[in-house]
């Protein structure tokens, strides 16, 4: 009984101080692991060794709520490292790594992770080869070599090894050379010794560079500039300093972000790499996008605030926040946005002055310190830099402000009194006229003159010497707008200007069919949105007013369509349109200005009643192409790309306009797809786009198993018809695959065929379909999307290709044996893209990886595939799993 309480007063203690723990770092988001759970067991802290880029390792204990910043610091605290800035802690499982930062990560979570990883391999969580190390991830901009000699031998042994194993890559002859000369001086000295010369070869030259020139001749190479004397510690700072300089997107911490708002970019999704030089955007591994330094600050990463507060802290330049005038000949006389050089000395940091010097007069004298803002850079900013700086800070003081004294009449019409007569000539301007604007209602685009009369040609208030159709009116007065976001507002104050005090019925009936079309294509700004609704609200009476409410939602990129138009030219506000299916059936389905592809599916599967809305997609069909619809567009923007506006006020009549291109709505991503499961979906999608992809060819089956599904086919096509059976020959095509109908005389074909067809005896129609899918889901190639290409970036491939991609990921196969050549998943994938007929995709890691190039017309297609695929495990792990990423996902 005295060992129980013992046990169970050691166990209430052992408890309670974990519990204080986990409070002090935070919630694990992992389960726990094995080491973890024998730990447990006897109380006892878990022993990890942290390895450094010498070699050597360091012992620590674990327990469940330590954070890679607590390990970062105990390894610091070993070996007296005081730089720590950067230095992170990683764990690797085989040959993967990847970086725990030095922040408030749980080690054992990633720890965790790996388990979890060999579980998936059906292998024990306890064989789990996980690693710990410490590297230097990124520098400082401020970064100091001679500060903390501990600090540049470990980043100088990393370099070393990572310039041997590829991490660092250089391909000039004299760089390789300058940096073994240099480490051979560190490890030896300026003495000469041919062995020693030859140990540094093989220490910090790659093979592959060795074997191009042999031993002999790098020996020769590295001998001739070898170093006189310069003290070994000066040479490591200079080795780590030119490592700092050249490799400096190897020394970055990598984002994956999404764009939510911000400056205009390419693509919303990207990589962000922070390194030491500021913030670089990656479209791709080859294709870098603007170059932001420091103090452009778009971004909250904690990294970069960090950084910007240590540049602030350092940094000499200063602007003046406002105009400084003074009568006090010791202080300066500034204008706001003067860039100022400050002199900081020891004495100012009690002081509310500081003496500076106007770069843009020359003179010098003190300036309070509360009327300048430190800029964080440590180089002179330039001339062109500054007239940002200045205008981004003079558009934050001022936007609200300046915007409402542009609009700030129309605001007012806009309201309650929208409508009354005015009496003075301001208030008039707000008022329907029959002339045409002279300019813009917003100071901001007098030049904007193309826009000054088109909403009164529209609504018939002032004519047009040619005739135009409504629809080439609607193209002019939206098309600009859609394109151009600073339009929008103009749109809408020049539409609310001519609907204020109009009498005419036709011109306000006109006026309200091209607000309509307005809210279905863009909302007005945050500053007018109020002022909008209540225009409308005021005008509650009208058949359109309560549409127009409701369709202010997120722009549009492409003007309206000509359904659109003739719809509202009715007063019809439903649209409907025709959708096809694999099975060559098709149907009817509302579709609203603000429906996008997303919204049409999930309608298309409802009235299906099929089981599950996720994993469909739209595709469009015209006589030269077949291409995916993306599920964020709106659905008449992606019609706008294919029809063309009708010239000289001719009307093009529905049928024309609906023969130019098919709507299908097909399977996209075939996952969670078992047949038998939903025979709606499986009758409706699988079967009929299953069977094109086996009778091409593309899988790579058995002659057992196409007898057999050549039977099956057949049941689908006659049912129970024996008298059928005298056709199978010259139904062969739609039975066999293309490439195997040779492999047996058709005769034979036959008698195998009404073989299987008979082992089949009392299966329906139905029955047979659900079975050849049971049959085909067995295979790996089951619901890929199959391309023939081109390449010759491979040799070791056959060219031409095919690729194939499913929920796996990326499939390459040989055309002719159909043997799966490599399959490459969706998180080996780092970038993908397409040009033109060319496509491209990197395997590997964010900064190495290995390029594949391809030539195919359906190389859009592959790109939005992958997307596709890649888009919905994220939204599975984020549904899930929310915050269980090692890498860092940031929404910005």
Same mark, same amino acid.
């Given at each position: 009984i005295?060992?129980?309480q013992?046990?169970l ?5 052992y408890c309670?101080?974990?519990l204080?723990?986990?409070?002090a770092?935070?919630e ?5 692991c094995?080491?973890?759970l ?10 990890a060794s ?13 327990e469940?709520a330590s ?5 970062c610091q105990?390894?610091?605290d070993q070996?007296g490292?005081?730089?720590?800035y950067?230095f992170s ?10 970086s725990?930062?030095?922040c408030?990560?749980?080690v054992l979570?990633a ?8 579980r998936r ?9 996980w690693?710990?190390?410490i590297r230097?991830e990124?520098?400082?901009?401020w970064?100091d070599?001679s500060?903390?000699?501990v600090s ?9 090894k990572g ?8 391909d ?8 073994? $000369? @240099? ?11 041919r ?10 030259i790659?093979?592959?560079l060795?074997?191009?020139?042999s031993?002999?001749?790098w020996i020769?190479?590295?001998s001739s500039p070898?170093l006189q004397t ?6 490591k700072?200079?080795l780590?300093?030119?490592a ?15 764009? @939510?708002?911000?400056p ?13 030089t ?5 479209e ?5 996008l603007p170059?932001?330094?420091?103090f452009l ?7 970069m605030?960090e950084n910007v507060?240590?540049?602030r ?10 105009a400084i005038?003074?009568d ?8 706001r +946005? ?5 002199d900081?000395?020891e004495?100012?940091?009690?002081r509310?002055w500081?003496?500076a010097?106007?770069e ?6 003190a ?5 300048i803002?430190y800029l964080?850079t440590?180089?002179?900013p ?6 940002v700086?200045? $205008?981004?800070k003079?558009?934050?003081i ?5 915007y ?10 806009? +309201? ?6 005015k009496?003075?000539g301001?208030?008039?301007?707000? $008022?329907?006229s029959?002339?045409p ?5 917003l100071?901001?685009?007098?030049r ?11 609504? +018939?208030?002032?004519?047009?010497k040619q ?6 009116l609607t193209?002019l007065?939206f098309g600009?707008a859609?394109?151009h976001?600073?339009l ?6 020049q539409?609310?200007?001519? @609907? ?11 006026g309200?069919?091209?607000l309509?079309?307005?809210?279905g294509? #863009?909302?007005p700004?945050d500053n007018l ?6 225009f ?5 009476r009208d ?6 409410l ?8 492409l ?11 009715q007063n019809?506000?439903?649209i409907f349109?025709?959708?096809?299916f694999?099975?060559?059936?098709s149907?009817?389905f509302?579709?609203?200005?603000t429906?996008?592809?997303k919204?049409l ?6 009235n299906?009643?099929?089981s599950?809305?996720e ?5 469009l069909?015209t006589?030269t192409?077949? +291409? ?8 008449f923007?992606?019609?706008?790309q294919?029809?063309s506006?009708?010239r ?5 009549k529905?049928g ?12 996209k991503l075939w ?6 499961k ?5 009758l409706?999608?699988?079967?009929p ?8 060819g #593309?899988?790579?089956c058995?002659?057992?198993?196409m007898?057999?599904l050549?039977?099956?086919?057949f049941?689908?096509?006659v049912?129970s018809d024996?008298?059928?059976?005298v056709?199978i020959?010259? @139904? ?5 695959p ?5 492999i ?7 008698k195998?065929?009404i ?7 009392g ?19 089951f619901g890929c ?8 970036c491979?040799?070791?491939y056959?060219?031409p290709?095919w690729?194939?991609?499913n929920k796996q990921?990326v ?5 002719t ?16 893209y397409?040009k033109?007929n ?9 900064v190495r990886?290995?390029? #594949?190039?391809?030539e195919t017309s359906?190389a859009d ?14 939204r599975?792990?984020?549904? #899930?799993?929310?915050r269980?990423?090692?890498n ?5």
């Open positions: 005295k060992y129980q013992g046990w007063r050691d166990y209430k203690e309670s101080n974990r204080h723990r986990v409070i770092n935070g694990r988001k992992e389960l726990p094995w080491v973890e024998q730990a447990a067991k006897s109380k006892a802290p878990i022993d942290v390895t450094l880029m010498d070699g050597h390792s360091v012992s620590l204990p674990l469940s954070t890679s910043a607590e390990v105990a390894v610091a070996l490292l005081k730089d720590t950067g802690l990683y764990i690797s499982l085989y040959e993967k790594m990847w725990l930062n030095s408030e990560k749980h979570d720890v965790s992770q790996c388990e979890q990883e060999m391999q059906n292998k024990e969580e306890k064989d789990a080869p690693r710990l190390s230097k990124m520098f400082a901009p970064h070599c500060l903390d000699p540049t031998d470990l980043i100088y042994r990393q370099v070393i310039i041997k194993n590829g991490e660092y890559i250089t000039k002859e004299d760089e390789c050379i300058q940096l073994a $000369a @240099m480490h051979y001086y560190i490890q030896f000295g300026s003495e000469y010794d062995e020693n010369v030859q140990s540094v070869v093989e220490q910090c790659p093979t592959h060795i074997e191009n020139k031993m002999t001749k020769q190479l590295i070898l310069q003290g070994r510690e000066r040479v700072g200079q780590v300093e030119m700092r300089q050249k490799w400096t997107l190897d020394f970055s911490r990598f984002f994956e972000v999404t764009m @939510m708002s911000g205009p970019l390419p693509k919303s999704r990207f990589v962000v790499a922070v390194n030491w500021g913030i670089l955007f990656m791709r591994r080859d294709k870098r170059f932001l330094l420091y600050k778009y971004f909250s990463l904690s990294v605030e507060e240590g540049l802290q350092r940094s000499v330049y200063a602007l003046v926040q406002e005038k003074s006090d000949p010791m202080f300066l006389v500034c204008k +946005g003067d860039l100022l050089l400050v900081k000395d004495s100012s940091r009690d509310d500081i003496r010097r106007n843009r007069t020359g003179d010098s004298g300036v309070y310190k509360r009327m803002e964080p440590l180089t002179k330039t001339d062109a830099m500054l007239v700086l200045n $205008a981004a003079t558009k934050k001022s936007g609200k402000q300046d409402f004294s542009e609009c700030h009449t129309c605001h007012r019409s806009a +309201g309650k009194d929208a409508g009354r007569p009496g003075t301001k208030e008039k301007l707000w $008022a329907s029959r002339e604007l002279k300019q813009p209602l100071r901001s685009l007098v904007k003159s193309d826009l000054n009369h088109m909403a009164c040609s529209y609504m +018939g208030d002032y004519p047009i005739m135009r159709s409504p629809m080439e193209d007065i600009p859609t394109q976001k600073e929008q507002d103009e749109i809408y104050c539409i609310m200007k001519q @609907m204020t005090s109009n009498n005419n019925r036709l011109s306000m009936e006109r309200w069919q091209l309509w079309m307005c809210t294509l #863009f909302p700004s949105m109020g002022h909008t609704q209540r409308v609200e005021s005008r509650r058949l359109l007013a309560a549409g127009c409701q369709r202010l939602k997120e722009p549009r990129k003007p309206p369509h000509l359904a659109e138009v003739e719809a509202i030219q019809v506000m439903k349109h025709k959708v096809h694999p099975n060559e059936k149907d009817i509302e579709v609203a200005s429906i996008t592809i919204d599916c999930y309608s298309i599967t409802s299906l009643k099929l599950s809305a994993g469909y997609g739209l595709y069909k006589p192409k077949v +291409g995916s619809d993306y599920e964020n567009r709106y659905f923007d992606c019609l706008r294919i029809t506006v009708p000289k006020g001719k009307k093009v529905e024309n306009a609906s023969c130019l291109y098919l709507k299908f709505s097909c399977r996952f969670n797809v078992s047949p038998g939903d025979i709606i979906a499986d409706t999608f699988h079967f786009q299953e069977v094109p992809k086996y009778l091409h #593309f899988h790579n058995t002659k057992e198993n007898i057999t050549g039977g099956l086919l049941r689908a096509q049912d024996r008298s059928q059976f056709m020959p010259r @139904m062969l095509k739609g039975l066999v293309a490439d195997q109908l040779k047996m005389v058709p005769e034979e074909w036959k195998q065929i073989s299987s067809y008979n082992k089949q005896s299966m329906t129609v139905q029955e047979a379909k659900i079975t050849f899918l049971r049959t085909v889901s067995s295979w790996p190639t999307d199959f391309s023939e290409v081109k390449q010759t491979e040799r070791s056959p060219n290709l690729i194939g991609i990921g499939s390459l196969i040989d055309p044996s159909k043997e799966l050549l490599v399959m490459h998943q969706f998180n080996r994938i780092i970038e993908y397409s033109g060319s496509f491209t995709m990197t395997i590997g890691t964010l990886g290995n390029n #594949f190039v391809c359906q297609q592959m790109e939005d595939l992958i997307r596709s695929y890649v888009s919905m495990y994220e599975q792990i984020q549904g #899930f799993r929310p269980n990423a090692v860092q996902l940031l929404f910005i």
